[in-house]
């Protein structure tokens, strides 16, 4: 007669989702481009949360991509993948990126940015050039060139290369407007660039 009054409510359902990022960045800078503005998102419209995040790397210890694990609540997941999406793409996700439903075995591509990748040779210039010359310095003049239409968002110091992880919406205009750079610029000297989104 009376079990009706002492039912519990039923818990919202959770859904747990991954976005895996094609983009070749730090763990630091994976929660300062992405994480932080997400979990803000996430958190404001009760949504849901960040649980987790990794990065994938190569042999050579390069950055391959990296992913954020969310756990949703709710009985709209549909909409919270909308959400999730379209926060991720106005902070700048690369082409190639993923939304990985777990519990549906489903994916939903997403990205709007294009990547580019500098590699500094460290290897085969005169001892001087690297005395001389400062990664600083190329950080802040990639960053003066492309205002505007792209930025590093990550940097990477291999064995032999340093990566300079590059995102904006054309790699065609970011190439352009670092070409005189990088043909002047004694550090630059026997660089190399890759389409990396």
Known sequence: MFSGLFRKKARPAVHVVKAQLNARLQPMDRSEYFEEGLDDKLRATKTGEIVGGGTMQRETGEIEYCDIE???????????ERMIVATLEALGAPKGSKLEV??????????????????????????EIYQRCKLEFVHAEFDRLLEGHGQVFSIWRGPTETAFYIYGPS???????????????????????????
């Not at 969310?70 to 919270?80: E, F, H, I, V």
């Not at 519990?103 to 001892?127: I, K, Q, S």
């Not at 790699?171 to 660039?193: A, H, N, V």
């Open 70 to 80: 969310m756990k949703l609540r709710g009985d709209s997941p549909a909409d919270a």
């Open 102 to 127: 777990g519990d549906e075995n489903r994916v939903v591509p997403f990205g709007v940015n294009e990547g580019l990748a500098v590699y500094l040779n460290g290897t085969e210039l005169p001892a």
């Open 171 to 197: 790699f065609d205009e970011m190439s352009k407007r670092l070409e005189g750079f990088l043909q002047t610029y004694p550090l630059c000297e026997k660089s190399r660039l890759e389409r990396i989104a």
